[in-house]
């Protein structure tokens, strides 16, 4: 298959078969309503909470042992719903393609998938047949040549995966480990919520990035999903990203809202990875199934996470 959109075609031949691939958030910190919104603190976490705000690491070497492995394991979290993460996902994972990195985007929302929705892709074979024990992953692995990186869907719109027992969850994260060390970066695109299969799946990943947006549901939802993985993980890297924000400087003020809150219960720190602009091309790009990289190289959300993805690879 033609390699497309002129990104570097990185050395190998991948799995996919051939191709390679508003609110001023402040107000929320005061007094008694930070404590309503924010929960408190994390009970039982010792001073050994997880060292957050290391560098993402530029490529893990592959010698290394599974844990420093799965640290090219990126998941994009929220809590909240519709903050942006799919979006997100792919116009990242597109991002670090055109820079040359190997990239499998991995749609982890169980319950309503729609990372190929979005990509206007119609794969062959999805999750729901590796689940279902008829396809292995790299066999539902779908190259995306216009964008330079490989997807393995989910199954869009059914919620059939959603209530997945955690054995079979359990086999599909390994399996996940084992095929990113063909890859540079995985993105994993995780669904809404705090729930069991999010939190399990998640533990694929070395790395989390927490969409936000500055609404205070979001905020409070980030807020919980940081509480719950760092009690359950002293390992993981935590990072956020504020989506959808009128200006930059609204959208520092939006994270310092939150790296308030988990400064003052949590007693972590987790770093900003970066901060994406309200966009009406996101809408747009996406109704057109095309990625806005590709349809609006220039707008301004494309161009902040485009950014953001530089940051990433610097570490
Ligand atoms: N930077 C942005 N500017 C404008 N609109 C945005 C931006 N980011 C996301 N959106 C809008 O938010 C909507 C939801 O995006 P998306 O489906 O990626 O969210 P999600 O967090 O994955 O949702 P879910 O939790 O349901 O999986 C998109 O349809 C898009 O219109
Ligand atoms: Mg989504």
Known sequence: MPHQSGFPRPPYPSPGGGHPTGGRGGCLCRGRRRLALFGGPVTGMSSEAPTLGTPFPSMAPRSAGTK???????????????????????????????????????????????????????????????????????????????????????????????????????????????????????????????????????????????????????????????????????????RVVVNACNSTREGERTYQTLLKACQGFLKISPPLAGIVRRDTRVRESIRNQTPILTRYPNAEAAMDVEAIAERLLQG
């Open 68 to 238: 420093v492995r799965m640290r090219n394991i990126l998941a994009i979290a929220s809590g909240k719903g519709g903050v942006g993460k799919t979006w997100f996902a792919v116009t990242l994972s597109h991002a670090l393609s055109k820079r040359g990195c190997r990239t499998l985007l991995f749609d982890g929302d169980l319950g309503l998938a729609n990372v190929d929705i979005q990509l206007g892709l119609m794969p062959a074979h999805d999750l729901g047949s590796v689940i279902a024990g008829k396809k292995t992953l790299h066999q539902a692995t779908t190259p995306y040549p216009a964008g330079g990186f490989d997807v393995i869907a989910g199954r869009s719109g059914s919620g059939s995966l959603a209530n997945i027992p955690p054995g079979r969850l359990q086999i599909l994260t390994e399996d996940l480990l084992l095929m990113s060390q063909s890859y540079d970066r995985v993105i994993l695109d995780l669904g809404a919520g705090v729930g069991k299969s999010i939190r399990l799946l998640s533990r694929a990943a070395g790395a989390m990035l927490v969409v936000t947006s500055d609404e205070p549901t979001s905020l409070a939802d980030a807020y919980a999903f940081i509480k719950i993985t760092a009690m359950e993980r002293r390992d993981v890297d935590i």
